[in-house]
């Protein structure tokens, strides 16, 4: 079974940059497509971005592009989230969370294909 642990989140200011990591246990990590999402308090989860199981390919949400950067390090068992320029609105809780089978935008988009979660990291951005 895949377990899910999320981290490098934390307090910053705007315009800067943070990496978030999530690492998994298990044997079966390069099996699941990686994706991140973020809740804001009172807002639902969303997709941010997805990344193939082989690493071969990402798939980014319109509203992240240009400014995120979806990564994952097989041999470490470990899927990353590099954010750049953030901003207030950022403030969220961010989660990564793993999927089997087809990976394509309606699927990817869909909290509910995904079959794991991790608890998730604070990241907040003061102005």
């Known amino acids: 079974q895949v377990q899910l642990v999320e981290g490098g989140g934390g307090l910053v200011q705007a315009g800067d940059s943070l990496r978030l990591s999530c690492a998994a246990s298990?044997?079966?990590?390069?099996?699941?497509?990686m994706a991140w999402f973020r809740q804001a308090p009172g807002k639902e989860r969303e997709f941010i971005a997805a990344?193939?199981?082989?690493?071969?390919?990402?798939y980014d949400a319109d509203s992240w592009k240009g400014r995120s950067t979806i990564s994952r390090d097989n041999g470490k068992n470990t899927v990353y989230l590099q954010m750049n320029i953030l901003k207030p609105e950022d403030t969220a809780v961010y989660y990564c969370?793993?999927?089997?089978?087809?990976?394509?935008?309606?699927?990817?988009?869909?909290?509910?294909?995904?079959?794991?979660w991790g608890r998730g990291t604070q990241v907040t951005v003061s102005s």
């Open positions: 990344i193939r199981a082989s690493g071969g390919g990402t």
């Open positions: 298990g044997r079966t990590f390069s099996n699941y497509h």
């Open positions: 969370a793993g999927m089997k089978g087809f990976f394509y935008s309606g699927r990817l988009l869909a909290r509910d294909e995904y079959e794991k």
